[in-house]
């Protein structure tokens, strides 16, 4: 059974650094493809991260060259991490996982995935 928790959200000013991560209990990471998304108030879900089971990771381009995406196959997590934030980072950010077997190509999709996280709040203050 497959069960994702995020954790590592706050508050933090423009400029500054956090690491979101979740915890990915039941998956195998060279059989899954895992992403991170995030919604704010005013947007659907959109995806800002993703790395697929041979390790090839993809971004939107908002966050290219700010955001790591990484994942600790010892502790079974995946990581983001972000640097220099923007207040426009501001979102609940969220994990999710999808076999290999099903993934249909497109990573930035919310409906590729199948299993999700409940969330974790990040907010960037000016």
């Known amino acids: 059974q497959v069960r994702l928790m995020e954790s590592g959200g706050g508050s933090v000013q423009a400029g500054g650094s956090l690491t979101l991560s979740c915890n990915s209990s039941?998956?195998?990471?060279?059989?899954?493809?895992m992403a991170w998304f995030r919604e704010k108030a005013e947007n659907g879900r959109e995806g800002v991260a993703a790395?697929?089971?041979?390790?090839?990771?993809s971004y939107v381009d908002s966050v290219k060259d700010r955001f790591i995406i990484s994942q600790d196959s010892v502790k079974n997590t995946l990581n983001l991490h972000m640097h220099n934030l923007k207040p426009d980072d501001t979102a609940k950010y969220y994990c999710?996982?999808?076999?290999?077997?099903?993934?249909?190509?497109?990573?930035?999709?919310?409906?590729?995935?199948?299993?999700w996280g409940r969330g974790t709040l990040v907010t960037v203050s000016p």
């Open positions: 790395i697929s089971p041979d390790g090839t990771s």
């Open positions: 999710a996982a999808d076999p290999k077997w099903a993934f249909g190509g497109s990573w930035a999709a919310r409906g590729e995935y199948i299993h």
């Open positions: 039941g998956v195998t990471f060279t059989k899954y493809y």
